[in-house]
């Protein structure tokens, strides 16, 4: 749950890691005062009243180590400084300083303290809200349940992919792609997020044709595959995309979080009747740096909140640069409540992908301690030697070794399919 | 203009700074390759032909220093390496891939490969963009032209301040101190971006209150103040109250970009007949590091494009970490056009703000050589010794200094409200 244990109705919280010149304590009031009632300067209509009623509280500092020289550049350090000192701070504000608002709250909690010269680094931890958010926002519609029910796939994860090569396929050579990984037994699909809307693969006429693929294959097997269309775009482009998808029989929408924002995703999430698929694809500007950025805990319970059902937390072993507990520790996060309120948690689906083939499933496995994920292998299904459908096969015969507890190389004993995979993604 | 000297019609081009202890030129391809038609391994239908027409090609290469560790961690760096090398590269893409739509070019310039292991640093330095975004987009309405019009300043900058306290003032309280300070003469006033629509100062109120002061002084002086009223919100919360503030007499409304995201920022330009004063707020996630992220000059090409008129570029001597030949190189940005066509270079009004007294009003014109630009202090109006009045009068008395060229002091000695000033913000 929310980090403070006296979590209460009336204010935010949020957390910090912050190194500063300054005594931390001092350094920790100049954010409280800036991101509040406060300037460089104390000016008229400042009352005490005001303040103690709008101002926000450093809750909680807890010293961490020293360092002898600053981790980011900043002109405004005082001269003759020898030591930063790290700590995690905790401020509160009054929820009625920004209200229900999630832009608002950004603006308060991640705004303009990233630049105070007071901070050689900062990063936001966590934020805690009240209920009260959940008067205004709607969070996930399906999540993890009603993804399993629109795919009907229980007690194992969805096998996932991602339509390969990203970009320059035609509508009807990804409907030819889709109509192999259906025959596999794929649960789940998803364009590329470079995949929009080009003149070579518009996505009205990529909605039919995979569309119709999909439900023909669903009149065979009464399980419908469940294809995430990019419908990233304006938003009125966005609904409409939507609907055309929905028109057409399909069951989610993808968006790029960060090129869409929150206030388009809580539209979308306003007029959806699909799941909204959550693409980070932009997460490294927020997180590649030790000391300056958002944590995924932070940052995915703003998305959570504003509606979406799958997120994506990058893959063990992936091509990125995420090391594997920091990827466990996203996806375990997309599974806790982020509100103490029954059915209204918020918890999403983590979605595993980045150069996943067979070789991560028996890690993954151990290492979540849940079946509730997406596992997306795009390359690691499309480039299987025997095709498409022996790459979901592959896939599949992984995650029934992982869920058995059975080495992948005496599960494959008996099955080419995930024999040739290992030999492939060695 | 656009930097690569042959900027074509059909292709976008982006330049990043990289750190990587790959080659290079794999590097560079890697980054091409993934943000284009590749992925980890070779796929079926990737074909030659498909590369050809939708692979994103390595333009440049114009190799920098060495350094002996990598400057952001990174999980998959090979074993034994010992330098790293940085680089300038410049990436084109075929237009058609993502078509003219911002969210979609942010998710190809901007999404995932912050996160690749082959780099230890990368920052987006700019983009250049083919015209027929002109064709979608709408660019700022008002710019610097469109804001003198509205507010009747003419060869000189807009003097502006802030609403301090930031946060916790009442609409009556609100609409008090912009009395003063439009019987002081000031030319723009703005919400702090703190001030949303919380309980004690909901916008529809504050709007009223204010504007009926401000329709006041206008009728007795025959020019409008500007008040920038923030309505960052839902979208439908924006268009809403944009048509309140317009109902009420009001010529601008600000919004917090990050907060808000592209589309947003499109739907609002869409539906605005009133100048949008575009606020940075979160813009230190993307600029403090010099290992990650984006820069300004990139960074408000698509806000520009989008729409917004008036863009903050810190201010000299600031209260945050920027130094003083990054806040000028950002202004002179904003007045360059990003497009070659006449009379659509979505050129925007700078905003010079944080911590801004009398004392930067000479450096800021001798730095800039422009009067282009809206120079906003918060505390350094509100504060000042003799009221609110005086410290908008000391404000035009040190640029009235500064445009003839006289020093601050001495164009002080017959001028209380400056002589004021300076003693009070040493």
Known sequence: ????????????????????????????????????????????????????????????????????????????????VTSWQRAHVEISWPLANMGTSLANLLATVAGNLFELKQFSGLRLLDVALPPAFLDRYQGPQFGVAGTRRLTGVDHRPLVGTIIKPSVGLTPQATADAVDKLAEGGIDFIKDDELQADG???????????????????????????????????????????????????????????????????AALRRHTRLAIHGHRNGWGLYSRSPFIGISYIAWQKFYRLAGVDHLHVNGLANKF?????????????????????????????????????????????????????????GGGIMAHPGGIAAGVRAIQQAWEAALTGTPLDAYAAQRHELREALGAFA
């Open 1 to 80: 749950m929310s980090f403070p244990d006296r979590v209460s109705s009336e204010r935010i919280w949020a957390r910090y890691w912050i190194e500063t010149a300054w005594p931390v304590d001092v350094a920790a009031a100049v954010l409280a005062g800036e991101q509040s009632a406060g300037t460089f300067v104390r000016v008229a209509g400042e009352t005490d009243e005001l303040r103690a009623a709008h101002g926000a509280v450093v809750e909680n500092i807890a010293l961490l180590d020293t360092v002898g020289t600053p981790s980011l550049p900043c002109a405004g350090t005082p001269k003759g």
């Open 199 to 265: 003149p070579h693969c518009p996505i009205a006429e990529r909605t039919r044709e995979v569309m119709q693929v999909i439900n023909k294959h669903a009149d065979r097997t009464g399980r419908k595959v469940m294809f995430a269309f990019n419908i990233t775009g304006e938003i009125d482009e966005m609904l409409q995309r939507h609907d055309a998808v929905e028109a057409a029989g399909g069951t989610c929408v993808m968006v790029s979080l960060h090129s869409i924002g929150l206030p388009a995703l």
């Open 321 to 377: 640069c995420e090391p594997d507990e920091s990827v466990i520790a996203s996806a375990r996060e997309c599974a806790k409540p982020m509100f103490d309120v029954p059915g209204r948690g918020c918890e999403v689906m983590p979605v595993f992908a980045s150069g996943q083939t067979v070789r991560q499933a028996p890690d993954t496995f151990a290492a979540l301690g849940s079946t509730d994920l997406i596992f997306a292998a």
